[in-house]
């Protein structure tokens, strides 16, 4: 679903749409239960990908506790849940595996700092140029990444350090035990709405399972959770160079994704909460969580598109839901590890399997038949990055591709109309002039066939950078080399400053378009005229 549909479906199944801050008994009670529920889905998915990360199951739970809180006290946007992500896991592996621990401490610090400065900067409002197909199929690659993962908890230690799939018995319990979980979560809303409803699912198949005694995988056979208070701890690195080198990679390619996962969730959690902005402030939540996490021994994260989902369908749609959350996970490490892992896996994969279907976009089958075929092919090329490799990667191709085919259409907009006018030929330009569309500019006259005068009219295309600058000063210079007149209409007063040797052969009129070409050109065209 797109969007707006994804905005439905959380309609649907959450309270009525609540404040900046709790006003009411009812409000803060669906913001505490809201947060209850994303820290039971927290676990499991903190814990797993720090065994993808190759690192203790804590440095993963105490990711999720301090990016979550940090982000959730000064983030961008209300709403949403940050921790550790399986995007950044699958980066951090290699690093963990030839270099230690401490040395991914020292690039989640670095990292935060990148993700600072760039917040600083104001970068984050280029999220802005992500096309809407890149978006979609940025939402079916992450529901598709995150349905995979849930795969592995149908796995069962084979006794000799490995897994096997579950057959027989235990397969049909859990599939039972998931299928279940799904059910209640899809009832419980048209029953009542006073508990969330994956918290619903979630305590309802606990207690079966507990009060029944059934044997399946359960929270604490992944690994105990129990720990303290994480505690600070300067990496253990050498403050060198070759430190730096090291580092520094990772950091720059982790604060990507982080950054692009966070501002995408952030534009994804906007449509339903009907919030906006944010997008800078987001980076520098983001980038002090990290740089916290890395000196407390955390492996760093970013926003989760899962639990987000789970938060707002849950009616948690201000900060106090995701402060609850993060508080109630450091609880679970403190005190409460012993009832925290009894949870059954499968009732904490009917709830991501929830997330899974409210998430992907299904009419996106519907949608490809229908949208321009570069378009439907971003939107695959997006999804299936996504799976495949990373989210940073799938999100830059998405938009590389629609870029160039964005430049592509408007470089075959270019034409002309030709007209007499006083014994002059006017060329009437219509089509924007740009590096894509310069060629066939200069293919639109015929300085060897025209009249000793020649006009060329702008007043329906615009001048858009240093090339086509660069286009229309060749242009002067074929008509000049036969010592024809040329000259140029509707060009704006920025053309009339940057052209250097067709600038005597404009005209001046009172209605020549006041639209600016990026200053940065008039250095650039000033010397490309001056070698002709």
């Given at each position: 679903?797109?969007?707006?549909?994804?905005?439905?479906?959380?309609?649907?199944?959450?309270?009525?749409?609540?404040?900046?801050?709790?006003?009411?008994?009812?409000?803060?009670?669906?913001?505490?239960?809201?947060?209850?529920?994303?820290?039971?889905?927290?676990?499991?998915?903190?814990?797993?990908?720090?065994?993808?990360?190759?690192?203790?199951?804590?440095?993963?739970?105490?990711?999720?506790?301090?990016?979550g809180?940090?982000t959730?006290?000064?983030?961008?946007?209300?709403?949403?849940?940050?921790?550790?992500?399986g995007?950044?896991?699958?980066?951090?592996?290699?690093?963990?595996?030839?270099h230690?621990?401490?040395?991914l401490?020292?690039?989640?610090?670095m990292?935060?700092?990148?993700?600072?400065?760039?917040?600083?900067?104001?970068?984050?409002k280029?999220?802005?140029?992500?096309?809407?197909?890149v978006?979609?199929?940025?939402?079916?690659?992450?529901?598709?990444?995150?349905?995979?993962?849930?795969?592995?908890?149908?796995?069962?230690?084979?006794?000799?350090?490995?897994?096997?799939?579950?057959?027989?018995?235990?397969?049909?319990t859990?599939?039972?035990?998931?299928?279940?979980?799904?059910?209640?979560?899809?009832?419980?809303?048209?029953?009542?709405?006073?508990i969330?409803?994956?918290?619903?699912?979630?305590g309802?198949?606990?207690?079966?399972?507990?009060?029944?005694g059934?044997?399946?995988?359960?929270?604490?056979?992944?690994?105990?959770?129990?720990?303290?208070?994480?505690?600070?701890?300067?990496?253990?690195?050498?403050?060198?160079?070759?430190?730096l080198?090291?580092?520094?990679?990772?950091?720059?390619?982790?604060?990507?994704?982080?950054?692009?996962?966070?501002?995408?969730?952030?534009?994804?959690?906007?449509?339903?909460?009907?919030?906006?902005g944010?997008a800078?402030?987001?980076?520098?939540?983001?980038g002090?969580?990290?740089?916290?996490t890395?000196?407390?021994?955390?492996?760093?994260g970013?926003?989760?598109?899962?639990?987000s989902?789970i938060?707002?369908?849950?009616?948690?749609?201000?900060?106090?839901?995701?402060?609850?959350a993060?508080?109630?996970?450091?609880?679970?490490?403190?005190?409460?590890?012993?009832?925290i892992?009894?949870?059954?896996?499968?009732?904490?994969?009917?709830?991501?399997?929830?997330v899974?279907?409210?998430?992907?976009?299904?009419?996106?089958f519907?949608?490809?038949?229908?949208v321009?075929?570069?378009?439907?092919?971003v939107?695959?090329?997006v999804t299936?990055?996504?799976?495949?490799?990373d989210?940073?990667?799938?999100?830059?191709?998405?938009?590389?591709?629609?870029?160039?085919?964005?430049?592509?259409?408007?470089?075959?907009?270019?034409?002309?109309?030709?007209?007499?006018?006083?014994?002059?030929?006017?060329?009437?330009?219509?089509?924007?002039?740009?590096?894509?569309?310069?060629?066939?500019?200069?293919?639109?006259?015929?300085p060897?066939?025209?009249?000793?005068?020649?006009?060329?009219?702008?007043?329906?295309?615009?001048?858009a950078?240093?090339?086509?600058l660069?286009?229309?000063?060749?242009?002067?210079?074929?008509?000049?080399?036969?010592?024809?007149?040329?000259?140029l209409?509707?060009?704006?007063?920025?053309c009339?400053?940057?052209?250097?040797?067709?600038?005597q052969?404009?005209?001046?009129?009172?209605?020549d378009?006041?639209?600016?070409?990026?200053?940065?050109y008039?250095?650039?065209a000033?010397?490309?005229?001056?070698g002709?």
């Open positions: 679903m797109t969007r707006s549909a994804l905005a439905a479906f959380a309609a649907a199944v959450s309270p009525p749409h609540a404040p900046a801050l709790p006003s009411s008994v009812a409000a803060l009670r669906t913001e505490i239960l809201s947060g209850l529920t994303v820290a039971l889905a927290l676990v499991p998915e903190a814990v797993a990908f720090a065994f993808v990360a190759g690192v203790h199951p804590l440095v993963g739970l105490y990711a999720a506790f301090l990016v809180l940090i959730a006290l000064i983030g961008g946007r209300p709403g949403m849940i940050s921790g550790a992500t995007a950044l896991a699958v980066v951090m592996v290699s690093l963990v595996a030839s230690g621990v401490e040395y401490f020292a690039a989640v610090v990292m935060g700092l990148i993700q600072i400065a760039a917040g600083l900067l104001k970068l984050g280029f999220i802005r140029l992500v096309p809407h197909p978006m979609l199929g940025f939402v079916n690659g992450l529901a598709i990444v995150i349905g995979l993962a849930q795969l592995q908890q149908f796995r069962l230690p084979d006794g000799n350090g490995g897994h096997v799939w579950m057959t027989g018995w235990p397969l049909v859990m599939l039972a035990l998931v299928a279940a979980t799904m059910a209640i979560i899809w009832v419980m809303p048209r029953l009542t709405r006073a969330p409803a994956p918290l619903a699912g979630i309802i198949v606990a207690a079966l399972v507990i009060g029944f059934i044997d399946v995988p359960r929270v604490g056979d992944l690994a105990s959770i129990k720990g303290g208070l994480p505690a600070f701890h300067i990496p253990a690195v050498p403050f060198s160079l070759e430190t080198k090291i580092v520094l990679p990772y950091s720059v390619i982790l604060a990507a994704i982080g950054l692009i996962e966070s501002l995408l969730t952030l534009n994804l959690v906007g449509e339903i909460t009907g919030k906006r944010g800078s402030q987001e980076c520098v939540a983001q002090i969580a990290n740089t916290v890395g000196v407390f021994g955390g492996m760093g970013c926003a989760m598109i899962g639990q989902m938060n707002v369908t849950s009616g948690g749609r201000t900060r106090l839901a995701a402060v609850t993060a508080l109630f996970l450091l609880s679970f490490i403190l005190f409460a590890s012993p009832l892992e009894q949870i059954p896996l499968a009732a904490l994969v009917g709830v991501m399997f929830m899974v279907i409210g998430t992907f976009a299904w009419q996106t519907r949608v490809l038949r229908k321009p075929a570069t378009d439907a092919v939107i695959v090329l299936a990055i996504t799976v495949a490799t989210l940073a990667m799938a999100v830059v191709a998405g938009v590389i591709v629609s870029a160039l085919a964005y430049a592509w259409q408007n470089a075959k907009r270019i034409h002309a109309t030709t007209a007499e006018e006083d014994g002059a030929k006017v060329y009437r330009i219509e089509g924007p002039l740009f590096f894509g569309s310069t060629d066939g500019f200069s293919e639109l006259f015929t060897e066939d025209d009249p000793d005068r020649v006009i060329v009219d702008f007043a329906s295309s615009r001048v950078d240093q090339s086509a660069a286009a229309i000063e060749a242009l002067a210079a074929r008509y000049e080399a036969r010592g024809k007149v040329l000259v209409r509707h060009l704006s007063r920025d009339h400053a940057l052209l250097h040797r067709a600038g052969l404009m005209v001046d009129s009172d209605d378009p006041d639209y600016g070409i990026a200053v940065d008039g250095v650039r000033g010397a490309l005229g001056a002709h």
